[in-house]
């Protein structure tokens, strides 16, 4: 009886502080790198507390960027000139597929940048990452930066 008592209380603490861990960590618990690849992670556990919203309007911001109506979805972000030429020209060329994963994430207290890993082209095997920065206010969003890495 009295072991059956500690080990609730082993399993109780042990779930308080994983809790405590997740509130108080980034978006990103865990990050194992990958020697062989640049940028990508064997492992990684992203925080199931996060909050999603920067990513939620990152990934709307990229469906929008199609071949076809880029120039005028490029209109309403406060990106540089030169990225959204970039960006329609890219997408013209090797347009971006359904995203593969989100591959890293880094937030400070009024942006969040996040990177996402897409297939792109009609090779199965090309990818593309792409990387943008998000501002946010209370519960606003606003693109402000974006770039494709092949």
């Not at 059956?4 to 405590?20: D, M, R």
């Not at 890219?90 to 994963?101: A, N, R, Y």
Request: overall charge neutral.
């Amino acid at each position: 009886m009295r072991g059956l008592k500690i080990s609730t209380w082993v399993v109780i603490l042990s779930a308080i502080g994983i809790l405590l861990w997740c509130a108080l960590s980034g978006p990103m618990l865990i990050r194992i790198p990958d020697p062989t690849s640049i940028g990508d992670y064997k492992f990684m556990i992203l925080n199931p507390l996060r909050q999603r919203g920067s990513e939620n309007y990152a990934t709307l911001a990229i469906a929008e960027i199609q071949p076809s109506a880029c120039q005028s979805s490029m209109a309403r972000f406060n990106i540089p000139e030169d990225q959204k030429a970039a960006a329609c020209h890219e997408q013209e060329v090797d347009p971006l597929g359904p995203p593969c994963k989100l591959v890293e994430r880094s937030d400070d207290k009024t942006s969040v940048w996040v990177l996402f890993q897409y297939r792109f082209g009609r090779a199965t095997e090309s990818r593309a990452e792409v990387a943008l920065s998000v501002t946010r206010d209370g519960s606003q969003y606003a693109l402000q930066s974006y770039e494709r890495i092949y």
